[in-house]
Nanobody
């Protein structure tokens, strides 16, 4: 059983910052990638950022220069530093890992007020 637990969400004013964390536990042999996705009300889930085991990162265009993903593969933890937040960043943020299969957390709400 693999469990992912996100934390760090909340309410912030536009221009503010938040740092999300996600800890994975359970029967995980080897994590290959760790990523963040988000889903706004009435919209489909979308990719935000990913980090490979080798440290390579990739970002959605709408967060480049504002968000930074980092990962602790030894500790099975992934982080998302979010700066210069905008109201359109309001969403539930999900972490996901890919090991033998892809696993998802339950999400953490991020609300950015204008």
């Amino acid at each position: 059983q693999v469990q992912l637990v996100e934390s760090g969400g909340g309410l912030v004013q536009a221009g503010g910052s938040l740092r999300l964390s996600c800890a994975a536990s359970g029967s995980i042999f080897r994590i290959n990638t760790m990523a963040w996705y988000r889903q706004a009300p009435g919209k489909q889930r979308e990719f935000v950022a990913i980090i490979t085991r080798g440290g390579t990162t990739n970002y959605a265009d709408f967060v480049k220069g504002r968000f930074a993903i980092s990962g602790d593969y030894a500790g099975n933890t992934v982080y998302l530093q979010m700066n210069s937040l905008k109201p359109e960043d309001t969403a539930v943020y999900y972490c996901s890992i890919r090991a033998a299969a892809q696993y998802w957390g339950r999400g953490t709400q991020v609300t950015v007020s204008s």
